[in-house]
């Protein structure tokens, strides 16, 4: 600040009411184009951490997401980067492991930001007492406000909700009217699927008891030695040579659904002939594989339009009450489903 002044032979205070984005009568619109076609001349950046230092907020904000799904996760990413094109904020990508507690974002985080969005987190209920006060519940203690978002929200904080339930109870219906077997391509066994409040299995397990048929779980698990789908496409495979093929496939997502596809043309199976298959998610490549994958579609614009508008209010507002939305997914029908 102190070298574009002395170019232009203005006071440093004059250099900093400009580039500090001051709005006000007391330096003329001249002088004001003036500053900033100097700065930009000579490269001026502010220094964030200064700015931080000095007080003033940091104009960053961190969005966590949740693992390395890149498919999901590059569609949650792109919707948030899109609403904040038109702000004063940068956007901060955090993609911890959640299995090591040291590495969440909210334990002994020191990084400058001005708030917390978490995007589709499933970690214990242990961890939320780590994000807000108990007496409380609105203000964090990282001292930043926090918006959780997805199927998976923290509802004691500022939530962007996603409910899946009525999209995978029209899904798994459409695939019941059409076979007497229908398959869940599942991420957990049904136990464990409980455990995790996901809200896939609890809709399975009741829609199949409505229409009598037996649950089958091909359970999916990760391997280091294999990437998700492809794990996804030996489970699907040894599955159907041991138990023969269902009538319908629902899967955990999408990545699973694409795997499944694959698995079942290595086996000579025509879908949707000899399997109907759907997927969840609504990510963009579904519409490019051959059939097109019927998918139960996550409001990935919604979600980060309603986020952002959640931040924003309470960055300026901290004692606003708490805000939160549902939104619903919906089902697509493609060819894959008949």
């Excluded at 004691?156 to 409910?163: A, C, G, L, S």
């Excluded at 990935?300 to 960055?315: G, P």
Aim: proline share 7%; aromatic share 8%.
């Amino acid at each position: 600040m102190a070298d574009v002044a002395r170019e232009l032979s203005v006071s440093p205070a004059t250099v900093s009411y400009v580039l500090n984005g001051r709005e006000g009568t007391l330096v003329s619109d001249r002088t004001r184009e003036r500053v900033l076609e100097m700065a930009q001349q000579m490269g001026y950046r502010p220094n964030r951490a200064a700015q931080v230092l000095a007080g003033k907020r940091s104009n960053v904000v961190e969005l966590c997401v949740n693992g390395f799904h890149p498919a999901f996760n590059g569609q949650v990413i792109r919707a948030f980067q899109n609403q904040f094109v038109a702000n004063p904020y940068q956007l901060r990508i955090v993609n911890p492991d959640y299995a090591r507690e040291e590495d969440w974002p909210f334990v002994g985080n020191d990084w400058p930001m001005d708030g917390l969005i978490i995007s589709d987190a499933y970690f214990p209920e242990s961890i939320v007492p780590s994000l807000v006060q108990p007496d409380a519940p609105i203000v964090s203690k990282l001292g930043v406000p926090i918006v959780s978002t997805g199927i998976y929200a923290i509802t004691n904080i500022d939530f962007v909700r996603v409910d899946l339930s009525p999209a995978i109870e029209a899904a798994l219906r459409h695939l019941a009217a059409h076979g007497n077997r229908i398959a869940y391509v599942s991420l957990w066994p049904a136990h464990t699927e409980s455990e995790n409040s996901d809200q896939r299995y609890p809709v399975y397990q009741r829609v199949l008891r409505e229409f009598g048929l037996k649950e089958e779980m091909i359970v999916t698990y990760a391997s280091p030695a294999m990437s998700l789908r492809e794990c996804t496409r030996v489970a699907v495979r040894d599955y159907i040579a041991q138990h023969g093929c269902p009538d319908g496939i629902f899967c955990f997502n999408d990545e699973r659904a694409i795997a499944t596809l694959a698995a079942l043309r290595d086996l000579g199976l025509k879908v949707p002939q000899d399997v109907r298959l759907i997927g969840c998610d609504g990510i963009e490549e579904t519409t490019y594989h051959y059939p097109p994958i019927s998918t139960i579609q996550y409001p990935f614009d919604e979600v980060a339009l309603l986020a952002w508008d959640f931040l924003s209010r309470r960055i300026e507002q901290p004692d606003l009450p708490l805000q939160s939305a549902t939104l619903h997914a919906e089902l697509v029908l493609r060819e894959s489903s008949g």
